[in-house]
């Protein structure tokens, strides 16, 4: 059973920036596509950023497009958020998972809050 712990969240002001963590610890990290999802009160989970298992490929929310990065170092097995130009609307409690072989995010960090003042 992978263990996800995200890290890195907080408050900030807007158009600042913040970098979230996710250490993965057991399974083999290298083998999962990861993603990054965030939920905002009373909204729903949204997809925010994934990556493919080699880092190689990633995909982006188009409401993040251009202010945020998804990386990956399979050496320490780590994968990071890099959030810039920080909006208020991306205030929410954001959460690493982890893609099992059959497709889907089965494992999940306790989430970080991150929350932008305007």
């Known amino acids: 059973q992978v263990q996800l712990v995200e890290s890195g969240g907080g408050l900030v002001q807007a158009g600042g920036s913040l970098r979230l963590s996710c250490a993965v610890s057991q399974g083999t990290f290298s083998r999962y596509a990861m993603a990054w999802f965030r939920q905002a009160p009373g909204k729903e989970r949204e997809f925010v950023a994934q990556i493919s298992w080699s880092g190689a490929i990633s995909y982006l929310a188009d409401s993040v497009k251009g202010r945020f990065t998804i990386s990956r170092d399979n050496a320490k097995n780590m994968v990071y958020l890099q959030m810039n130009s920080l909006k208020p609307e991306d205030t929410a409690v954001y959460y690493c998972?982890?893609?099992?072989?059959?497709?889907?995010?089965?494992?999940w960090g306790q989430g970080t809050q991150v929350t932008v003042s305007a």
């Open positions: 998972a982890a893609q099992d072989p059959g497709g889907s995010f089965s494992s």
